[in-house]
């Protein structure tokens, strides 16, 4: 007995075949060239999938023979007109045409068959592409090679290494498993890649303070070291760098806590508060600066684009290498320092690894790399570590600029910094 199909189900149905043929007949509306679809092709094509299947919803076999039928005659269409060419010089016909054809007739079943979600989005997506086609092309011919073969080690280290690694510890010394090192990885370089290709590839990234924002999402130490030479060698730029400088550390509280939730929910309640209110403090200063900057000159705008070149593509598989020897370091580190001298030995750690790299620091902490640490104590070092970085980055601006350049920027970070400090002892303090 075949059971009938929902109401909802087929008014999506006759909605996205509608919305797939509306698309066609748009996109291919200057076109003297017809081509199998359209507004009214595709709900006819939909209704008899979904129809077929439902004829027989186990075996397929009306709905396979109703596929078969359907691309004889793409196949007839095809070969008959492979080979003309539209007034711009396009084939008349494409593979694409022939799997909107295909993607109608398959939406019937879909439709009826699986949850609603999955219908729109292969629709969605499939419409996205083909209206997209200009702007696709255009990014497929700006693209380096290199950033291809850099997008496939990231589907390496996240898609064949990642499952493969055990989720045991393999040591007594930490409690940190091989995934969990991996895992931190893998989240710190999405992060820091998706800032690297809006720099790359975003023509307004190399400016203003779209730089420094997408900075401190790849390194607010990086963003501070160059933002400080800028400005020393465009004094033009002075009153300006100094606010992006700002900036790129509000960025950075902000960073910490979206990686901190992935791992670890409780202790990203317990920093959401201090860390979202060091950032807006910090929005607040960078506010301030940049209303009292003059206008940078035009010939200053290209300077932007020299943060890209500080930091090497952050998924390099020297530095995923060197980033995972610096979490198992970090964490062997912690474990030690907890033990010998308990919660003040986190946090004389936390204040240390302030001046290197806080990342893995940070993720050994929201993975549970320190064991028996109250979360009141992991929230405490992390704002240790954060402030402590201020004042490395206080410095870079103070010497990388020439003292006195940058000292309205050093002084805010200071601020910041004794700001994240007091917030740490009130959480180790009264917090259980």
């Not at 009153?239 to 960073?255: D, N, P, S, V, W």
């Not at 320092?337 to 946090?347: L, M, N, Q, V």
């Not at 050994?364 to 992991?378: F, K, M, T, V, Y």
């Not at 910041?416 to 180790?428: D, K, P, Q, Y």
Request: glycine fraction near 8%; aromatic fraction near 10%; charge should be positive.
């Amino acid at each position: 007995m075949i059971s009938a199909p929902s109401p909802t189900s087929v008014i999506l149905l006759l909605g996205l075949s509608f919305f797939l043929g509306l698309a066609f007949e748009g996109f291919f509306a200057h076109s003297d060239t017809r081509r199998p679809g359209g507004i009214r092709t595709f709900p006819m094509l939909a209704m008899a999938g979904g129809v077929l299947y439902l004829f027989d919803p186990v075996h397929f076999i009306p709905f396979t023979g109703g596929l078969l039928v359907l691309g004889g005659w793409l196949f007839v269409y095809y070969q008959r007109h492979v080979g003309e060419h539209d007034e711009q010089g396009e084939p008349s016909v494409g593979l694409v045409v022939l799997m909107l054809n295909v993607h109608a007739y398959l939406l019937g079943a879909i439709a009826l068959a699986l949850p609603h979600w999955i219908a729109v989005t292969v629709t969605v997506v499939a419409v996205l592409l083909l209206t997209g086609r200009d702007q696709l092309h255009n990014l497929a011919r700006h693209v380096e090679v290199k950033e291809i073969i850099t997008a496939g080690q990231f589907l390496i280290l996240a898609g064949i290494i990642l499952p493969l690694l055990p989720n045991e510890p393999v040591t007594t010394l930490t409690k940190i498993t091989p995934r969990q090192v991996w895992l931190a990885l893998v989240v710190v370089c999405s992060f820091s890649y998706a800032s690297y290709l809006a720099q790359r590839y975003w023509a307004a990234a190399a400016r203003g303070l779209w730089m420094a924002a997408l900075g401190g999402l790849y390194s607010s130490t990086a963003t501070t070291v160059v933002l400080a030479r800028q400005a020393k060698a465009q004094p033009a730029l002075m009153r300006q760098a100094r606010a992006e400088i700002t900036l790129a550390t509000g960025i950075m509280y902000l960073r910490i806590l979206a990686i901190i939730a992935i791992f670890n929910m409780v202790l990203a309640r317990l920093l959401a508060l201090p860390l979202v209110g060091l950032a807006l403090a910090a929005f607040l200063i960078c506010a301030l600066q940049y209303r009292l900057a003059k206008p940078a000159p035009a010939a200053g705008e290209p300077q932007g684009a020299t943060l890209l070149a500080a930091g090497a593509n952050p998924l390099e598989l020297g530095a995923a290498a060197i980033f995972s020897i610096l979490f198992i370091a970090i964490s062997l580190v912690s474990n030690w320092a907890a033990a010998a001298f308990g919660t003040s030995g986190i946090y004389s750690l936390a204040a240390i690894v302030g001046f290197t790299d806080i990342d893995p620091f940070v993720l050994n902490l929201a993975q549970g790399g320190i064991a028996a640490a109250s979360n009141s104590a992991l929230a405490a070092a992390i704002l240790i570590a954060a402030s402590s970085n201020n004042v490395l980055k206080a410095i870079y601006a103070a010497c990388f600029a020439g003292g006195r350049a940058t000292a309205p920027s050093a002084a805010a970070l200071i601020v910041l910094a004794v700001a994240g400090i007091a917030m740490a002892i009130m959480i180790g303090m009264f917090r259980p």
